[in-house]
């Protein structure tokens, strides 16, 4: 596995600018806001939904942790966990502002966070 493939391959998730306005977000992440003080049953659900997305990225970042020979003290889980809150975040605050920047911008930060932990440059990337 490629290890700057890890951030290249989970910003692929995020669709086009022309498709913000059709792309709904997570039902889990507003069911869960919504939710979670009176029903925990639809919260647990919504959690399980949530921690199972960010869970299919952690094989692939501790491959790239392990490739790279990363022995920082953060986890694959940690990341994962990481990554799936901006995703949310970021699409939160672009629909409350009606603009997909805010989106793409959050998910540049993640890009460039990533990069830092995997100590890849852009002139490596490129």
């Not at 977000?25 to 939710?35: D, Y």
């Not at 605050?93 to 990533?114: G, I, V």
Request: aromatic content about 10%; some cysteine; charged content about 25%.
């Amino acid at each position: 596995m490629d290890p700057q493939g890890v951030t290249r391959e989970s910003f692929n998730a995020y669709p086009p600018h022309g498709m913000f306005v059709r792309w709904r977000g997570c039902l889990a992440g507003t069911l869960a806001q919504e939710v979670y003080a009176s029903s925990a049953d639809i919260r647990d659900a919504c959690g399980r939904s949530i921690f199972d997305r960010a869970a299919t990225l952690e094989a692939d970042i501790e491959t790239a942790r392990r490739e790279r020979g990363i022995t920082a003290d953060w986890t694959a889980e940690g990341l994962a966990r990481h990554t799936q809150t901006v995703w949310q975040g970021g699409f939160v605050l672009a629909k409350a502002a009606n603009d997909p920047a805010l989106a793409r911008e959050s998910l540049d930060h993640l890009d460039w966070y990533t990069r830092d932990l995997f100590h890849v440059t852009r002139e490596d990337a490129a």
